[in-house]
């Protein structure tokens, strides 16, 4: 099966959107030098096989993307793009200067700015390197093309007597006859669309991609000068704390603003359901918000966190069938031994360090609203709605933010900032608290996974049936050998019908292949347990693939693989997955403390087929990034509610990874240079429950099937042993 | 860094005070330099330093003394501002993110991270810099495991741990004192 079938990006997902104002203002105010525009549209359909068709929904038909050669030399990538840790701050230039043959530091690039920057449809899905990157590289190739006409005819030789290098084009023939892209791009006013693809660099040119680089934002972030939402300043600005309710689907009654009111200083705004108390001092007015005395109707509570799945169950959407083949009665039959197993997984917060912020100015008809967000020109769209605006009338900026992991896609931030600032005529600034964070979080979804499954004698499978509910399909199509299956998905993504879930729920990292690799590879684990055959073995045995065998091997050889059935008293779990076109693979060692019921996962190998890597030090970094994120959940991460009252408030119950768990990180990133990139941010994570549980059971022989395996649950399934 | 920033911060000329509140005189030392404020002395030190003296490389993350993104040196020990009062620091030296590098000369620790690539977001780093200049100032020779237990209650949500524990070690190393 081939990684472009695992594409799954959720489009559908996606909220309609404004029509697109296809040419704006900023193309007059772009000035002189050579300007290209790149369509993505464009490319992806004339892309090799496998990319979505037309891609998503809502792509402008003339361009979103576009890079300019000033008059001074500067480079600069304009793209709607946001930098939230995961690396385009540097990866995204590196192309660029590659196709370009310039210097890396003559490359500005100005990301999350819908008034200077092409639309984008968000920062989510590991789609920066996979989709935008080969159109940046096309627009550097193309923007290298016309600097070698200019120089041609400026230098009176033909092009292909010209060569380009760091920034300089000159006579191959007469090295010292030569211009600077500076030189060039002056006085010039050229712009250029793109409209055939030009003729990108091979892997063997390289220069710069495929180098391991440093990020280009770390002065600005160990400085503390660089700056985010909330540390943004206007002149008169006001600090907004918002009245909440105790639970959602709670309903106002009454509110008391006396108390607040009478704190010099403070204002208090009530604006439909929005009730704020603004102060030049956060802390004032966080101290007058406590004042207001409100009533809230509640309903009554009918779901929590222990009776979820019954209810998800009860309220599941029915299945859409993602893969099925051959005859699943016929499987049963051949079958020696199966398996029926039931797999959850509880909610799970984003919980990025920085909590959505928003500081909105309107001045003379026109918003402009700094946000954390992934998705600018999305919440660019919410806030004109809300207050009323032309999208073209509101100017959203994106500083650096700090994480998102797919939680800062929903932007009611900023439209509370918005409001708020029309209403007062200054600008206003919203930032949660951590404990709002946890309220207004778009949680991964709570799922359940069915998987009937079985073996012959021969320890190969014979038939898969495969179910899942509520996470989505993303990972849920297996890409084992097995001549008889059926993969069903009920619900389609992490959206729900209205009274599925108590709260909102949304992408998270990944979103749906951590719970369904979770339980695709538990079960396989325990049929290879069952077949009395090394699970890496059994795995082999059962793969056709050799995308994911070399993958397995990979991690396996590095690891230091034995093999042996399970549970072998070793510790050691392995795991694979697909994601975002990229394969994984990983090995994990882990001590359990039979007596506490912890879990210490000492050592994780990871093997990945990511195709093209631009940044090697920056797709490391996400591989160990994912590997540690992916703790929390395996391990402690689950939101506690009762109805829509959410009951971690902060990081005293909701418990995220720390240096003391922290395995030893071993990652394999496996040379594939010659086929397009893949997705780097995601995938690694989707691995981390099933290599957990699998060595948790090679240690014990305790089967988990609940994420996270908190010490409760693991001292009762040791209990079961 | 010069006393106008100090003190205004990128715009304002002087810190703000709520009408009538109830003020007091308190005077620290702020990055090396000597600042006198007239502040309600309940106030939290993260909120004057990041309103009233615009000193925002000191982050919000929890508000409850969890995460450890406020983190700030109070006489060389790293404190988190979250759960200190402006009273709590009166007559104290205090450092901020900002005043890390003496005259622009990045310090170890922060050379370290860069090197390391021991960020990704960011957004913990002031905190996690400035907890690890406090524990290198307790312990120039600190084992990994020293370094993990002495970091453990600083939050990163991007996973860059075991980057941040190497710059750490690194740094220890260029200041003379790692092992």
């Known amino acids: ?97 590659e196709e370009l043959d310039a210097p890396l530091d003559a490359v500005d690039i100005v990301m999350g700015d819908t008034d200077l920057c092409p639309w984008d449809m968000g920062t989510f899905g590991s789609m920066t390197t996979r989709f935008f990157g080969p159109a940046l590289r096309a627009a550097g190739a193309e923007a290298k093309r016309v600097l070698l006409e200019l120089a041609a005819e400026s230098l009176k030789v033909p092009v292909s007597q010209l060569a380009a290098k760091d920034g300089v084009i000159f006579d191959r023939q007469n090295p010292e006859h030569r211009l600077t892209y500076g030189q060039l791009a002056k006085g010039q006013k050229i712009q250029r669309h793109l409209t055939a693809k030009p003729a990108l660099k091979e892997v063997a040119e390289f220069k710069l991609i495929g180098k391991p680089l440093l990020r280009r934002d770390a002065h600005d972030k160990v400085t503390g000068a660089g700056h985010y939402t909330g540390d943004v300043r206007l002149p008169g600005m006001l600090y907004a704390k918002i009245l909440r309710p105790p639970a959602h689907g709670a309903k106002l009654k009454s509110a008391d603003t006396a108390a607040a009111r009478a704190i010099p200083g403070v204002q208090v705004v009530q604006d439909d359901d929005l009730i704020a108390v603004l102060h030049p001092f956060p802390d004032v007015a966080e101290g007058a918000l406590e004042k207001i005395k409100a009533e809230f109707d509640i309903p009554e509570a009918t779901v929590d966190d222990k009776n979820i799945f019954d209810h998800l169950l009860g309220a599941a959407p029915p299945a ?63 806030i004109a709605r809300a207050i009323g605006f032309e999208p073209q009338n509101v100017r959203v900026i994106t500083p650096y933010v700090g994480g998102g992991f797919g939680g800062k896609t929903f932007n009611l931030q900023a439209v509370e ?10 600008p206003v600034q919203v930032m949660w608290s951590r404990e709002e964070e946890f309220f207004f979080d778009t949680f991964r979804p709570a799922a ?34 097995v001549p008889n299956h059926r993969t069903v998905a009920h619900g389609g993504g992490w959206r729900a019908p209205e009274g599925s879930h108590p709260f909102g729920t949304g992408a998270w990292r990944a979103p749906g ?87 210490q996962v000492k050592r994780v190998v990871c093997a990945q087929d990511m195709g093209m890597v631009i940044n090697p030090e920056g797709a490391r970094i996400q591989m160990e990034g994912c590997i540690t994120m992916g703790l929390g959940y395996a391990l402690t991460e689950e939101v506690h ?58 240690a014990t022989g305790a089967r988990l099937f609940q994420l996270p395996m908190t010490p409760d649950r693991v001292k009762e399934a040791l209990g079961k042993v | 860094m010069n006393a106008a920033f100090l003190f205004c911060g990128s715009w304002r000329e002087q810190p703000l005070k709520p009408e009538n509140a109830m003020t007091d005189a308190i005077s620290f030392k702020l990055n090396d330099k000597p600042v006198r404020l007239e502040v309600d002395g309940d106030r939290p030190l993260l909120w004057v330093l990041r309103t009233d003296l615009g000193l925002t490389g000191t982050k919000l993350g929890c508000g409850e003394g969890y995460c450890g993104c406020c983190t700030v040196l109070v006489d060389k020990i790293a404190t988190r501002s979250c759960l200190l009062k402006m009273s709590d620091v009166r007559d104290k030296e205090v450092r901020t993110i900002e005043g890390l590098a003496a005259n622009g000369k990045l310090h170890p620790v922060q050379k370290a991270f860069i090197e390391h690539d021991a960020l990704q977001c960011g957004f913990c780093i002031p905190g996690q810099v400035l907890h690890a200049v406090s524990l290198l100032n307790k312990n120039p020779h600190p084992t990994r495991e020293e370094i993990i237990r002495g970091m453990n209650n600083n939050f990163c949500r991007c996973g860059a741990h075991t980057r941040i524990i190497d710059a750490i070690q690194s740094a220890a190393v260029e200041m003379k004192g790692g092992r």
């Not at chain 1, 995220?656 to 995601?682: C, H, M, R, Y």
């Open chain 1, 1 to 97: 099966m081939n990684a472009n079938d695992y594409l799954s990006l959720n489009f559908k997902d996606i909220r309609e959107l404004f029509p697109i104002d296809t040419r704006r203002d900023f193309l007059k105010r772009l000035g002189g030098g050579i300007i290209i525009f790149v369509a993505l549209g464009d490319f992806l359909e004339a892309q090799e096989e496998g990319r979505p068709r037309g891609g998503p929904p809502g792509l402008p038909s003339d361009f979103n993307a576009f890079l300019k050669i000033g008059e001074d030399g500067r480079i600069t990538c304009f793209t709607g793009k946001i930098e939230m840790g995961q690396g385009p701050i540097t990866s995204l230039p590196q192309m660029l200067a």
């Open chain 1, 320 to 382: 859409n069938v993602l893969a099925q083949g051959g005859d699943l009665e016929q499987g049963r039959k051949l079958a020696a031994k199966k398996i029926e197993s039931t797999y959850l997984n509880s909610y799970v917060a984003h919980a990025a360090m920085e909590t959505h912020a928003a500081l909105a100015s309107i001045e003379g008809g026109k918003a402009t609203v700094w946000a954390s967000t992934q998705n600018p020109f999305g919440a660019r769209d919410e």
């Open chain 1, 417 to 426: 900032a918005a409001r708020l600032a029309k209403r007062v005529g200054k």
């Open chain 1, 448 to 481: 359940i996974v069915k998987i009937s499954s079985g073996v012959d004698g021969a320890g190969k499978m014979t038939f898969w049936d495969y179910k899942v509910f509520f996470a989505g399909d993303r990972g849920a199509p297996q890409f084992y050998t």
């Open chain 1, 513 to 599: 292949n951590n719970t369904n690799t979770h339980a695709r590879e538990s079960q396989i684990d325990m049929l290879a347990a069952a077949a009395g055959v090394d699970p890496v073995e059994f795995r082999l045995r059962n793969l056709s693939d050799p995308k994911m065998i070399r993958v397995l091997k990979a991690a396996a050889d590095h690891f230091g693989w034995t093999p042996a059935k399970a549970p072998a008293k070793r510790g050691y779990g392995v795991a694979c997955g697909i994601d975002a076109g990229t394969y994984v693979a990983a090995i994990a060692e882990v001590a359990v403390n039979a007596g506490d019921g912890s879990v």
């Open chain 1, 641 to 698: 509610f009762k109805g829509g009252k959410v009951l971690d408030t902060n990081f005293d119950t909701y418990e995220i990874p720390q240096f003391s768990w922290v395995p030893k990180i071993e990652t394999i990133i496996l040379d594939a240079n010659d086929n397009p990139p893949q997705g780097g941010g995601e995938p690694a994570i989707v691995v981390m429950g099933a290599v957990v549980a699998n060595a948790i059971f090679d």
